[in-house]
C-alpha cells in the first residue's frame, strides 16, 4: 500500500475494528517509522508524500536548562542556521511543534507523550546520547558497553581486583559490562557500583580503580582525590562526550562528532525507519590506569581486596 490512506473511521470500518483500536494502531505505525501522521493533512505511507528531509526547515532542540551553552549544541546551531533551542520543560502546543521539521532531543527526562505527539505530526525526533524507551526512534550514542568492557580489561590486567563503577542514573549498563569483563579476565575480581549522589562515600570503600561513565564524574572522583590522601593512588577511567583534551585514560567521543552523526540522520530521516548509530569512541591513554605493584597485588588482604 502507498500514498495517503483513509480515515481511522473509514479504516476502522473497513476492518471491522474499533476506531480508537486503529487510532492507536496507526499511532504505533507511525512510531515505527512506517507512516506519516500530520493533523489536518492526513495520514501517509512513509516515502509515498513528497516532502523535504528533515535537515532542510526549522529545528527545535530540546536541553536541560544548565546545557544551554553546551558545544553539542553550538556546532548544531553553527551547522544550522534555523534552530531553536528550548531548555527546561519543552513547550507542548500544537501552534508551536508545527513550525519544525525535525527535533533534536539532548534532555535527560523528555516525556513520552511529547514524542509520541511529535511523530503523530510526521515531525523526526532524534535522540543523542540516550536511547528510547517507549517510541522508537533515531539516536546516536556512544558505544559505552564497548568503551566499559575495554577499559574494564585494561584495569584488571593492571592489578585491580576491586573496581568502582560510578553511573549518573543508577545501576545500569556500565555495571553489568563490568562484572562480565571481570567474570571473563578475572572471577575473583569484585565490582561494586554507586550513583553520583553516593560519590562521596568512595573515600570508605577498599578500592584501587574506578570506572566513571561520564567525564564529569571523574573530575569529581579527582576533587575528592585532592581532599583525600588515602585516594591518591586510586586508578580512574572515564568514557562519554569531551569537548577538550581529557585528563583520565578512557574513551571519548567529542562534540562535533555527535553533532556531525545527528546532521548526517537528520538527512536521512525522511527516507529510512528509526535508526541507532553507535559512535566507537577514540581510546585516550592519559597514565591515570595505574599499574599495582607485584608486591602490593600479592599481599592482597583477600580476594578482590587491594591495599594499593
Not at 269 to 290: M, V
Amino acid at each position: 500500500m502507498s500514498g495517503k490512506l483513509p480515515g481511522e473511521r473509514e479504516l476502522a470500518k473497513r476492518f471491522s475494528a474499533n476506531p480508537k483500536t486503529m487510532g492507536k494502531a496507526l499511532t504505533d505505525l507511525a512510531a515505527e517509522g512506517l507512516l506519516d501522521r500530520r493533523i489536518g493533512r492526513g495520514t501517509y505511507v512513509r516515502g509515498s508524500e513528497r516532502r523535504g528531509t528533515a535537515a532542510a526547515g526549522k529545528w527545535l532542540i530540546l536541553c536541560d536548562r544548565e546545557d544551554g551553552d553546551c558545544p553539542v549544541i553550538a556546532y548544531l546551531v553553527g551547522a544550522h542556521a534555523d534552530a531553536e533551542v528550548a531548555s527546561g520543560v519543552a513547550p507542548v502546543r500544537p501552534s508551536f511543534l508545527n513550525q519544525f521539521s525535525a527535533v533534536i532531543d539532548l534532555a535527560t527526562s523528555t516525556p513520552e507523550e511529547l514524542h509520541r505527539d511529535l511523530l503523530v505530526r510526521g515531525i523526526p525526533v532524534l535522540l543523542l546520547e540516550k536511547e528510547s524507551v517507549g517510541c522508537r526512534m533515531s539516536c546516536i550514542l556512544l558505544d559505552r558497553a564497548h568503551a566499559v568492557a575495554v577499559l574494564t580489561r585494561e584495569m584488571i590486567l593492571a592489578g585491580h581486583r576491586r573496581i568502582l563503577v560510578v553511573e549518573g542514573g543508577g545501576e545500569g549498563t556500565a555495571s553489568r559490562v563490568a562484572r562480565m569483563t571481570a567474570l571473563r579476565y578475572a572471577p575473583e575480581a569484585v565490582v561494586e557500583s554507586c550513583t553520583m549522589e553516593d560519590i562521596g562515600g568512595v573515600a570508605e570503600r577498599s578500592t584501587g580503580a574506578i570506572f566513571c561513565d561520564r567525564p564529569l564524574h571523574a573530575r569529581r572522583i579527582e576533587e575528592l582525590m585532592a581532599e583525600h590522601s588515602e585516594l591518591g593512588s586510586v586508578s580512574i577511567a572515564a568514557t562519554g562526550v569531551c569537548a577538550d583534551e581529557p585528563p583520565h585514560t578512557g574513551i571519548y567521543i567529542t562534540p562535533g562528532e555527535l553533532a556531525a552523526g545527528a546532521i548526517q540522520l537528520l538527512g536521512e530521516a525522511s527516507h529510512h525507519r528509526p535508526t541507532s548509530l553507535w559512535l566507537s569512541g577514540r581510546y585516550i591513554d592519559r597514565g591515570t590506569i595505574r599499574v599495582v605493584p607485584e608486591q602490593q597485588f600479592s599481599e592482597a588482604a583477600g580476594p578482590g581486596v587491594l591495599s594499593a
